[in-house]
């Protein structure tokens, strides 16, 4: 039985999206976030080290990461590779890279928009506000906020040439994106980007995300 260390309003939320895909059987052991940090509790340092979610423990090995998480799953239990191109394929190699670029590439400046988002809303002396709101609007103007542009044109060009993001059929790379981009949907808007909108409702309309969606528990990201 595989084992889904399942934290609320997480990535792990993919993970449970891709086994329901897979059609295979799972237990969840859930967690809370902590109310006023909204971290993992430390409990999950039980399970790995670091304390983060996901952790999937399937045939005695501890899974940390969600690309290494969703890559080890489709190898052990994708043999008709109804999620994933054949290894060694060229579209195999297109499917990889959406798995890194999802948290390699996509989800440091989203990171850093909710950091500096937090820094900006949080508690302080009336005559540090100013300067703190100062930088804050600085570093999204500058910086974060061109970045998630940059990453909606090019998340909406690559969704104009293939229906999904690993070509022209639904694959696990889409389920590995599903966070980024409801991410940029919720910290810079896609109403300008149609092709991305189109995605999204078509990952939240398949049986097995609304499954997923179930077993976990509400869903919404973190703010």
Known sequence: MITVHHLE?????????????????????????DPKTLLAPPELRAIHPLGKSPVVVDEG????????????????????????????????????????????SAMPPLLLALVFARIE?????????????????????GFIRPQLKLHA????????KAAWFGGADFSAADIQMSFPVEALAARLGIERYPYLQDWLQRIHARPAWQRALARGGPYALVN
């Open 9 to 33: 309003n997480s990535r792990s939320q993919r993970v449970l999206w891709l086994l329901e895909e897979l059609g295979l059987d799972y237990e969840i052991v859930r967690y809370a976030r």
């Open 61 to 104: 090995d501890v899974l940390a990461e969600s690309g290494a998480i969703i890559e080890a799953l489709v190898e052990r239990h994708d043999a008709a590779h109804a999620l994933a191109p054949p290894p060694g394929s060229r579209e195999r190699l297109r499917w990889r890279y959406w798995l890194h670029y999802a948290e390699g």
């Open 121 to 141: 809303q949080a508690p302080m002396p009336f005559f540090a506000r100013p300067v703190a709101r100062g930088i804050v609007g600085k570093a999204m103007a």
């Open 153 to 160: 044109g090019y998340l909406e060009a690559e969704l104009a």
